[in-house]
Structure formats: C-alpha cells, structure tokens
C-alpha cells in the first residue's frame, strides 16, 4: 500500500524549502505520497507512516521550531520511521573535517530526543544570497570566509531521499 510520509522543514530564506521539495518528489516518484510543508504548517503527524524532518543551520544549530518539533511529537514519532536532515553552508566545502563538523549539528537534537533512532541523516550543502542579511550577519559570515552562491548537490539530495529514506520507510 503506498505510504504516507510528511516532508516538514524549518528555513529563513526558503533554500531549506527547496531541499524539502526535492526529498518529497523524489519519494512521489517512488510510490510513497508525500506532504511538503513548513513546520509551522504540519498538521497531524499521527497520520503519517513516516516523517522526514529538516532545518536550515544557524549559528551551529537547527532552527528552534525544528527542534520544538522533535520534542513535542516524539510520542509519535519514535513509533514510525523518522529521517533528519540539515541544511548548511559548511558543506559548500566537503571536506571530511566539514563533513564531521556539519554532522555534528546533529548531537544536540539526538541527545535531547533519544528514543527517536532516525533512518537517516543528511547533510547538505544550502545557498546564500549576501544581499538578504543585514549589515552584521554579512560582516560575520564573510569574516569566516563562508562563500555566497547555491551550493545545493541535487542528486546527492534525490539520492538520500531513495536510500537511506525510502528504502527504510517501506518496509
Ligand atoms: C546568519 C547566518 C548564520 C549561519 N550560520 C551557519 C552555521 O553556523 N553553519 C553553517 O554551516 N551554515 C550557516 N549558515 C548558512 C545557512 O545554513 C545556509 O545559507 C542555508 O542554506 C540557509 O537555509 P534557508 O535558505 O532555508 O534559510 C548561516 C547563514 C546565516 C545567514
């Protein structure tokens, strides 16, 4: 029977949404029925057979409605497949020191809600438009060299959403 599975992302900028939209196509493709939407939109995930979670990365961490998210469903969601997923700038350079640092985003959401075991992580590479920060944010973010531009690996993205994803929410 085709499953059910909620694709529910927090983002600033709408690059996150992107992503999200691309996990949830992907999983249509595969004969699962998928909702997109916004954390602030997801209605009732008791009726989702599998959920994908995700946020853009700020300072370090997910957005705070993502991790609210985790913590007020987590009666519900430790009983179905879960899927994170993260967005961030880090990763426009992949290194493996980048790729251990983007991964490590992760361990506050996991030690905060650890009965909740996820199929799957991703970590992705996000985009940044300089022109949408204010004064201070560009200040910071330049002085840390992070680069301006879409960086987003949509196959690496499309990838994730089949193996580990859908391969795990189909059992
Ligand atoms: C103020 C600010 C802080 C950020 N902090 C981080 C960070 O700590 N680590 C990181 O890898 N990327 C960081 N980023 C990059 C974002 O995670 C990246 O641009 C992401 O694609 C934004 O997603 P959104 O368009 O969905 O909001 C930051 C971006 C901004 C504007």
Redesign the pocket.
Known sequence: MQKKVLVT???????????ADAIGKELCSKDAAADVVLIKNAGNVGSYQGVVIG???????W?SEAVEFVKENREILRQVPVAYF???????QPTEQ?RA??LS?MDPILKAVPEIKPVGIGTF?????YS???WL?KK??KSKG?PEGD??DWNAIRTWAREPVYAKFVR
């Not at 946020?55 to 961490?61: L, T, V």
């Not at 993260?86 to 426009?92: F, K």
Request: hydrophobic share 40%; glycine share 12%.
């Open positions: 992302y927090a983002s600033k900028y709408g690059s996150t949404g992107g992503v946020s853009a990365i700020y300072m370090g961490k957005m993260l967005v961030c700038m880090t990763l426009s980048n640092k983007a985003y590479a996000g985009a940044l438009d949408n920060l204010s944010n910071v973010l992070t960086f987003r």
